[in-house]
């Protein structure tokens, strides 16, 4: 008896621990990234789908979570009838087809010949563009281009065509293939940056932020531990164009119960490159679902954890070529006028607290205004984080002597207030208007907020956006 109830015990055991597996074998197919690799531009597609195979078994080698998925004639086809060139692939058909499948990732291999697509896979010489998408962000993480000699011809045999794959592969996990690169679908499609996330300070710190004069205060220090996970930002504040572009149908009501257009709440509606200004945070909810129905994505505002650490630079901050050890003041630069346009270097302009065009403070538009030395924005080339136009992000309000000393991607959300519609609204960077005239109001550290139902013309109030990246 008792040994047949140790070998129940012992199967029972051995069933609680195949279950687990089991589901340890689920739970890694549920993470498995489908991989379509695709081969253009080639007359015989029996040598596309050899290179297609090789290539998807050599990026499953370096990644076990990718599975290659062979779909050649179905694939083949329809890349043939679109015609899958280099301008497809940046006005994301080749993504939506992906999203389509069902697929994560793509690696698009394009034969070229003097410019075209299609060529004999009998030439001496044969070029090849490279690259590799992420379809669910439509970004691209690598593209490589380089020529493959073969020294004679005649069809290619099968060790050549695998040399060609190993180049591929080889081109694709290559030091010079890391930068990633946002893939706008449409005009209307904010410019973006990747940022590498990291831990960072977060607040007010001396000497850091005071190397002007200026004060913590206790809306800001002392400052916190934040971890922050990858992200892409807008390059730019978004303009009165896109905005436009997005809103040109929406309309709300005023506190009279009149109607009115969404369509550009700007004050000085004749400047296209110019941060959309007097926008509501209410509205920018609007336009961000918007704008994700009609590109499929998921652009969101900044929390204020992502927006300063982008300000500072992100992994850059302490870049020696910009600010030293200490890290900057404002986004770029420990000056506030290399930067920023505010008050200080608008005296040449009329003086009517206008926005520039977005990107522009590296020129000096007429006489009188001074000419900054910083070309590129600031440390990862993001522009006017300081001034310009003030910019809201996603938080709620929270007192700075409430938080813990350590977070990971810290965000207040709405559901602290027990009515969100009141909620006061995080606002960084300062703006050109003259509520934010005095150069500590633009600073990487400064933080106040405004009303998310509260607008009014002329306030210094706009946005850029965020596109997570996500978690493998």
Known sequence: MKTKKMMMKTMKTMMISLFALLLLAVQAQAQKQPLAVLVVGVDNW????????????????????????????????????????????????????????????????????????????????????????????????????????????????????????????????????????????????????FVKGGVFEMGCKSPRDTQTGMKCSA??????????????????????????????????????????????????????????NSVRWTHIQRFLDTLNKHTGKKYQLPTEAQWEY??????????????GGNGCVFSGSNISWHVAWYDLNLSGLPYDSRTQEVGTRKTNLSPGTLLSPVVNGNQLGIHDMSGNIAEFCADAWWSWSTLETSFANPYNGDEVYSSPSVADRIIRGGSVFPTDADSSYITNAYRSSYPQGGSDFGLPHGFRVVLPVALP
């Open 46 to 193: 029996m040598f596309g789908d050899v290179i297609a195979h090789i290539v998807g078994e050599e990026l499953k080698r370096s990644n076990p979570n990718l599975v290659p998925v062979t779909r050649e004639k179905f694939v083949q086809n329809k890349l043939k009838a679109l015609r899958r060139a280099t301008d497809d692939v940046k006005s994301c058909k080749l993504s939506e087809w992906a999203n389509a499948q069902g697929l994560s990732q793509i690696c698009f291999v394009e034969a070229k010949k003097n410019g075209t697509t299609a060529f004999s896979f009998n030439s001496a010489q044969q070029s090849y563009s490279a690259q590799l998408i992420d379809a669910t962000s439509n970004t691209m993480s690598c593209a490589a281009d380089f020529t493959f000699n073969r020294g004679g011809g005649g069809e290619m045999a099968a060790a050549e065509l695998t040399k060609v794959a190993w180049e591929v592969v080889g081109r694709l996990q290559s030091n010079s293939c890391k930068t990633s690169t946002y893939i706008k679908c449409y005009p209307f499609e904010p410019e973006m940056v």
């Open 219 to 276: 809306d800001n220090s002392p400052p916190i531990y934040a971890k922050v996970s990858d992200f892409w930002i807008g390059k730019y504040e978004v303009t009165q164009a896109e905005w436009r572009e997005v809103m040109k149908n929406a309309w709300d009501k005023d506190h009279f119960g009149r109607d009115y257009s969404l369509a550009n709440p700007s004050n000085h509606e004749d400047c296209d490159l110019c941060p959309v």
């Open 310 to 323: 982008a300000a500072r630079g992100g992994a850059k901050m302490y870049d020696a070529g910009f600010c």
